[in-house]
């Protein structure tokens, strides 16, 4: 008896530590890894996972691999275009122009991101201030809602937090751009129509950007005025972040900027509309770039 409990514990042992090998291997996994795999490739390489680089400039606007002059869409050929992206993406984030996926790209491109590209046509410029330039994007077009009373509703809601702490951070969030707009925003229930409508999906969910899983695309939402905002429920949500939580509130807030018609703001990382975010980070309030912006956008004076 006792050697068939002895046994039974040693299974037992080695199935509990198989489980956490596994649990662990898998949440040291994130979306964009790969890149950190390429450190140092440069044009005239073909290095496996290059083709993965292709289509992360190709998400996020830096590289069109849908026309037909370009033959290395899906090869591990670091080429001229490929470079030329890579320069784009360096220069639009205020890094050293190499064309080369030196430590300090990696380090840019592997942060957690909004799934909208970063390049749109239209650029704004307000004042100069303490010499840097401040600038705020629109999407293609400057989409704008023709109405300032707008609904929400959620149409699926996340484990990570009950759903009365994720409408109220939420609430809060809609609240902030209505304190610096024309806008008020009102929850509705689930059955009412919306003009917006919020949800928590992952993976692929119905629209042509699937998530991703963590750390990578956090959060998408699409211009006015369609009207959707979707989280992904992969990520690790929190109303206090921990370093390896995402700050629900901060997203939340970015993402109504682009529900409100405002693109990636670039030049100035602590604005809201900056594309890219952190694990364990907060940003809660508004900076003037992104008050600037919808009341640009929307003709306040």
Known sequence: ????????????????????????????????????????????????GVHQLKQYLHKFGYLDTNTTSYNHANDDLYDDVLESAVKSYQQHHHLKVTGTLDPETVKEMTKPRCGLPDIVNNKNHDHHHHNNRKLYRFFQ??????????????????????????????????????????????????????????????????????????????AHAFPPSTGLLHFDGAENWSMNPGQNEVDLESVALHEIGHVLGLGHDDTVPDAIMYSTFSYGLTKRNLHPDDIQGVRALYGLS
């Open 141 to 218: 077009g400057n989409p704008r809602w023709r109405k300032s009373r707008l609904t929400y509703k959620f149409r699926s809601i996340a484990n990570s937090a009950s759903a009365e702490s994720i409408r109220s951070i939420c609430a809060r969030a809609f609240e902030k751009w209505a304190q610096v707009s024309h806008f008020s925003f009102q929850e509705v229930g689930e059955s009412s129509t919306a003009d917006i409508v919020i949800g928590f999906h992952v993976g692929d969910h119905g629209d042509p950007y699937p998530f991703d899983g963590p750390r990578g695309v956090l």
């Open 1 to 48: 008896m006792a050697s068939k409990i002895s046994l039974l514990g040693a299974i037992f042992l080695v199935l509990a530590v198989t489980l956490f090998y596994i649990e662990t291997t898998e949440s040291k996994h994130t979306a964009f890894e790969f890149i950190g795999h390429l450190k140092g490739c440069h044009k005239g390489q073909n290095v496996t």
